[in-house]
């Protein structure tokens, strides 16, 4: 049996649950803090977004690296 493809597929397939992971717990972690703390919604969404794109950014980055050959 031949393996036909890339393995660089198969990093992208880990960055893309990396990134699915951390948007995921930074979203746990924002709704818990709203929920503890309501007065501060404004600034704990601002943290959120910002480590939303962060997160997002590497898996961006994976799916460069993936097509690089």
Excluded: D, N, W
């Excluded at 893309?16 to 818990?32: F, M, P």
């Excluded at 501060?40 to 097509?67: D, N, W």
């Amino acid at each position: 049996m031949e393996i036909v493809g890339s393995l660089s597929v198969i990093g992208y397939g880990i960055s893309v649950i990396g990134a699915g992971l951390g948007v995921g717990l930074s979203a746990y972690g924002a709704t818990q803090a709203s929920a503890r703390q309501p007065e501060m919604h404004s600034r704990i969404f601002t943290t959120f977004v910002m480590g939303c794109a962060f997160a997002e950014a590497l898996g961006l980055i994976g799916f460069v690296l993936a097509l690089i050959k």
